[in-house]
């Protein structure tokens, strides 16, 4: 049986997608690592991490670092922790679960 060319093309898009979401993971992790291996107060490269890492927190590991810098960021700086929850929230949340 011949294998369909439009689900052909939709499993390998799938493919590249998870490859990106695991390399994104790849390349944070040491970043995320660092920063709070070093207590970083640097508000700059926190949140430069932060919105870099919105983009993938469909991904669970992605999603993990995320709210590890959040959590690491809300002692320095509670009022912009905020905003990248909000971010988070508004980015992927469904209507339900902002309600």
Not at 35 to 49: G, H
Not at 53 to 77: E, G, K, Q, T
């Amino acid at each position: 049986m011949p294998v369909d060319p439009v689900v052909n093309g939709i499993a390998q898009l799938a493919a590249e997608i998870d490859a990106t979401h695991q390399q994104a993971v790849r390349e944070y992790t040491p970043l995320v690592e660092a920063i709070l291996r070093t207590r970083s107060q640097d508000k700059r490269q926190i949140e430069q991490t932060l919105d870099g890492l919105l983009s993938f927190c469909c991904f669970a590991p992605a999603l993990d670092l995320y709210r590890r810098l959040c959590r690491h960021y809300w002692d320095i700086d509670p009022v912009a922790t905020a905003f990248y929850v909000d971010a988070y929230r508004t980015t992927w949340d469904t209507d339900e679960e902002r309600q």
